[in-house]
């Protein structure tokens, strides 16, 4: 199968590192830094605590015990284990919270400018991405991001300072025996920068693979209908369950390559504990250190070696996270939809021009639309007809500038749409489209889609629609629920009410691609009695197959192979005998058979 597109870009041009996160991350971090500075605080002042305990054992075990015990050292020793546990208790909760604050308020930020980027950018990414990528970048991988800022920056800063006060402390007890611990801190380094390298390669492949099982759930889900009739169930389950498979495969490629860093760390430390334990008893008979100087030193090497092993089992989710940050990223430096020019209008008078435009998709050699010039009158009823692949609906879509022209110049009112801010220009326009698009909201909501419904131009644009009595009889009327893409309507009532939202819009310039396609006679009947009446003193451009819709055009427009080959009334088109004459004869006879 096909690899769907990818967000994924290295971040400012380079591989992907901590570094660069940081960076990118930076914008979101600094309104929030005093936030950060009392949360790294608070995990100072739990990592200190770490330290206290060994350092009570000392004077525990050298002074409590014994014939020569001190009292003062049997009362206050238990005392301060206790307010060590109080200390450490309130900074742990106090650094997990306000970290945590920290975290969720870069998640919300991070993921509104992912949704508002991809709201805005052009309708060529559309096209190039799948929306299973999309959607795993908006709400999946972000959490990833989440992961990162919570546990692994916890983990980096709280075990780093219990590391280092630990450390020190072994300095400060034996500094001979803490420079064996000290040999073996580089080759933990080394070790888990080989490491890393691998978890970062299996961490790019795995997530390919997770947006290409993302990807036959959206097929197989969209598509369940073909599924079904085909009895394809085998084959979607054969295909999830080998992509399946190849993700668990770099799943466990990844547990191995990760989980070998720890029990490696553990040997290591295990060398220096032997080593540690031989020199201290060599320097126990040479009365050069004490029962609790001894105690207290194995037992901050002890309590050094939890931090560091998870300081070594953050470098997985790390990885993962540094993955899931190209996808992001990726998706906010995509490139806005061209804002155009400052030009706007109240209201478009509808006159409409093509200048020899040609548009060509991507790498394809043949242009699909090649130097086509026609002009349209404002008010005028302008029909494209011809074979499927001629250019209709791609010339449609360069109008409301869903695409830029190769070449030529379009104009509405005599100015270059370009010139023209783009919202400006979309907002003297009303399009239906063959694949009809409904949002799961409420009827009147559909209806005034991009603006506050206002109830009787609703129930006006639905009567127009041949609409009002289905919404009539349903439970709330025209605030009842339609769910996703219109799923509790029938093929025809989505269409209409399709329809019903362009006439809501009052627009003077339409778009009607396909616009009856779904329709049966009688509903056929109904809607183009309120087109017509809708498009007087309106521009239309109207895409038909079938032709008997458009024989009240004013004119119609053959093409084929992106030109247009014949321009003119229905009749004179019929009289000429050429190519619409030949699209009209086979769609009589196929209607009379």
């Not at 004077?59 to 206790?82: C, E, M, Q, T």
């Not at 800063?157 to 580089?186: C, K, Q």
């Not at 003193?537 to 109207?542: E, F, Y």
């Amino acid at each position: 199968m096909e690899t769907p597109a990818t967000l994924r870009k290295a971040i400012g041009g380079e591989q992907t590192s901590a570094s660069s996160v940081m960076r990118r991350l930076w914008p979101y971090v600094k309104p929030l830094i005093w936030v950060i500075v009392l949360g790294v605080i608070s995990m100072g002042v739990s990592a200190a605590t770490d330290a206290g305990i060994p350092a009570l054992l000392k004077p525990l075990l050298d002074k409590g015990f014994g014939a020569n015990a001190s009292n003062h050292a049997k009362w206050y020793v238990p005392l301060a284990v206790i307010g060590l546990a109080l200390v450490r208790g309130i900074s742990q909760y106090a650094s997990g919270y306000l970290l945590s604050y920290v975290s969720n308020r870069i998640l919300l930020q991070l993921r509104l400018d992912m949704f508002e980027r991809m709201i805005h950018t052009s309708t060529s990414f559309f096209q190039r991405e799948t929306a299973s990528t999309v959607i795993n970048a908006i709400v999946f991988e972000v959490n990833q991001i989440l992961s990162v800022l919570t546990s692994v920056m916890i983990t980096l800063v709280r075990d780093s300072l219990t590391v280092i006060f630990l450390l020190g402390y072994l300095f400060y007890l034996n500094w001979r025996l803490t420079l064996i611990v000290a040999v073996i801190l580089p080759g933990i380094g080394w070790l888990v920068s080989k490491i890393n390298r691998r978890l970062r390669r299996l961490g790019r492949e795995q997530q390919t693979l997770t947006n290409e099982l993302s990807y036959i759930v959206e097929e197989t889900v969209g598509g369940y209908k073909v599924v079904k009739v085909h009895n394809g169930e085998q084959y979607e389950i054969n295909r999830f369950t080998a992509m399946s498979h190849r993700l668990r495969g770099y799943a466990m490629r990844m547990t191995v390559a990760g989980g070998l860093a720890q029990p490696l760390t553990q040997v290591l430390a295990s060398v220096a504990l032997a080593i540690v334990i031989t020199i201290a008893v060599l320097q126990s008979a040479n009365n050069q250190t004490t029962v609790g100087g001894f105690v207290a030193f194995v037992t901050s090497m002890l309590l050094v070696i939890s931090p560091l092993k998870h300081l070594i089992d953050v470098n997985q989710p790390l990885q993962r996270g540094m993955t899931a940050a190209e996808l992001i990223f990726g998706l906010i430096d995509e490139p806005r939809e061209p804002a155009g020019g400052t030009r706007t209008f109240t209201h478009a008078r509808g006159e409409i021009e093509f200048r020899d435009v040609t548009f060509t998709y991507g790498a394809v050699d043949r242009p699909t639309l090649d130097r086509v010039s026609f002009k349209a009158s404002p008010g005028e009823m302008i029909a494209l007809a011809g074979p499927s692949g001629s250019g209709k609906t791609t010339l449609v879509n360069l109008l409301p500038r869903f695409f830029a022209p190769s070449g030529g110049q379009i104009l509405v009112d005599g100015v270059p749409i370009d010139e023209y801010d783009v919202h400006a220009l979309r907002s003297q326009m009303a399009m239906v489209s063959q694949d009809v698009v409904l949002f799961n909201d409420t009827v009147a909501a559909n209806v005034a889609y991009g603006s506050t419904p206002d109830r009787a131009r609703v129930e006006a644009a639905l009567a127009a629609a041949n609409l009002a009595d289905m919404v009539a009889a349903m439970p709330d009327g025209i605030d009842t629920m339609i769910g996703g893409n219109g799923m509790r309507l029938s093929g025809g009532q989505r269409q209409r009410l399709a329809i019903a939202r362009a006439i809501y819009k009052d627009a003077p310039i339409l778009i009607l691609d396909e616009a009856t396609s779904a329709l049966d006679s009688e509903s056929e009947r109904h809607v183009q009695a309120a087109l017509e009446t809708l498009m007087k003193g309106r521009t239309t451009l109207v895409i038909a197959h079938r032709l008997s819709t458009i024989e009240r055009a004013d004119r119609i427009l053959v093409m084929e192979a992106g030109c247009i080959v014949e321009q003119g009334s229905h009749d004179d088109l019929l009289r000429h005998g050429g190519l619409y004459a030949h699209l009209h004869r086979i769609q009589y006879q196929q209607q009379a058979a």
